[in-house]
């Protein structure tokens, strides 16, 4: 008795079946740095280089991709890396500037509580 759906219409933990690449589906045989309309389809919008997994490529196609990559990269035609600044979060410091922060605040704290102390024996003495 099949209680799973799924495994019963054979869409269950088998085989799945493999990515076809770009590369492969265009019937392009090699990839030069030159063509980077066709390199950034292998980049991610970090501008990492895809892995052969996602993009379907063969592991011959994966490293002409990732050498031409570099190539172009070398060349400026690539960047290096994606700059965007919505990807960094807005709350976040730099080291030296969260312990200043930290510093900072610890110190008010402490000139806080002195000032209480001073405060309530202020009136006790007075009396």
Same mark, same amino acid.
């Given at each position: 008795?099949? #209680?799973?759906?799924?495994?019963?219409?054979? +869409?269950?933990?088998?085989?799945?079946?493999?990515?076809?690449?770009? =590369?492969?589906?265009?019937?392009?045989?090699?990839?030069?740095?030159?063509?980077? /309309? $066709?390199? +950034?389809?292998? =980049?991610?919008? +970090?501008?990492?280089?895809? &892995?052969?997994?996602?993009?379907?490529?063969?592991?011959?196609?994966?490293?002409?991709?990732?050498?031409? $990559?570099?190539?172009?990269?070398?060349? %400026?035609?690539? &960047?290096?890396?994606?700059? @965007?600044?919505?990807?960094? #979060?807005?709350?976040?410091?730099?080291?030296? @500037?969260?312990?200043?922060?930290?510093?900072?605040?610890?110190?008010? /704290?402490? %000139? /806080?509580?002195?000032? %209480?102390?001073?405060?309530?024996?202020? &009136?006790?003495?007075?009396?």
């Amino acid at each position: 008795m099949i #209680r799973d759906k799924d495994a019963a219409e054979g +869409r269950g933990k088998g085989k799945r079946r493999r990515k076809v690449s770009y =590369l492969t589906i265009n019937k392009i045989d090699k990839v030069d740095y030159k063509e980077v /309309n $066709i390199l +950034r389809r292998f =980049l991610n919008d +970090r501008g990492k280089i895809v &892995p052969a997994r996602q993009s379907g490529n063969t592991a011959k196609q994966q490293r002409m991709i990732t050498r031409a $990559i570099d190539q172009a990269r070398e060349l %400026a035609l690539i &960047p290096f890396v994606a700059k @965007d600044s919505s990807d960094r #979060r807005e709350g976040s410091y730099r080291r030296s @500037d969260r312990d200043r922060h930290h510093s900072s605040e610890r110190a008010n /704290n402490d %000139a /806080n509580v002195e000032a %209480a102390a001073t405060e309530a024996a202020a &009136p006790a003495a007075t009396e």
